[in-house]
């Protein structure tokens, strides 16, 4: 089992949805969790992190996180053209931060 | 500097030539990590400094991969005898800490290797 799963997608949505993008992991000592988002040929940024169980809400991104259930996700409100990307999840266990492959999403005009 | 900078941004060898690649972080990061993307993949990673101390290099794939940052600033990644299998995007990315569960990096353009 890979640490980090994502459906790879493309994941589609029309513009002013709401993009629900979901992770998994393996690693139970896994304690911090990001979401970069990648432009196709640019390199991943950042866009959100999150430490703890619950919600974490920046603008129109919200990223939710349940340990027990080994489960994360990014959720896009009011979806936009420009948000079509490639959004890896990725997590921390010993220093080192680990990726998943990425979910395509398509956010359609 | 304003950003992680990587060198060449593109390189282009002959199978079993050696490349070396180069990363110089953001001013005052601590941390400096390569990572490898394939097309359509997430990056992998492969090995990590605090200043001028590897941490971790389990990523490594074999021996004919190698890195260093001497002087805890620059660092070089170096594949010798390099074999198709090696193209892909090398990324470096620099973090402000030591490393840890909370570390935010940042990514440079990446060094695109091609192998023929």
């Known amino acids: 089992q890979k640490e980090v799963e994502q459906n790879s997608g493309p994941l589609s949505v029309p513009e002013g949805a709401i993009a629900s993008l979901n992770c998994t992991y393996s690693?139970?000592?896994?304690?911090?969790f990001f979401w970069y988002r990648q432009y196709s040929g640019k390199s991943p940024e950042l866009i959100m992190f999150?430490?703890?169980?619950g919600d974490k809400e920046d603008g129109r991104f919200t990223a939710q996180l349940n340990k027990a259930s080994q489960y994360v996700s990014l959720l896009i409100r009011d979806s936009q053209p420009s948000d079509s990307a490639t959004y890896l999840c990725?997590?921390?266990?010993?220093?080192?931060?680990?990726f998943g492959t990425g979910t395509r999403l398509l956010v359609s005009p | 500097g304003a950003g992680v900078s990587q060198s060449p941004r593109y390189k282009v060898t002959k199978r079993g030539q050696d490349v070396a690649l180069r990363c110089d972080p953001i001013?005052?990061?601590?941390?400096l990590y390569w990572y490898r993307q394939a097309l359509g993949q997430g990056p992998e990673f492969l090995t990590y400094?605090?200043?001028?101390?590897?941490?971790?290099k389990s990523g490594l794939p074999n021996d004919r991969f190698s890195a260093e940052r001497p002087e805890g600033s620059i660092s070089t990644l170096t594949i010798q005898r390099t074999e198709q299998r090696d193209s892909a995007m090398y990324r470096c990315?620099?973090?402000f800490g030591r490393g840890g569960s909370n570390e935010k990096l940042f990514f440079g353009s990446g060094t695109q290797l091609s192998v023929l």
């Open positions: 990315a620099s973090s």
């Open positions: 690693d139970r000592g896994s304690q911090s």
């Open positions: 999150i430490y703890s169980n």
């Open positions: 990725a997590l921390t266990g010993f220093q080192k931060l680990v």
């Open positions: 001013s005052g990061h601590v941390s």
């Open positions: 400094f605090n200043y001028e101390a590897q941490q971790d």
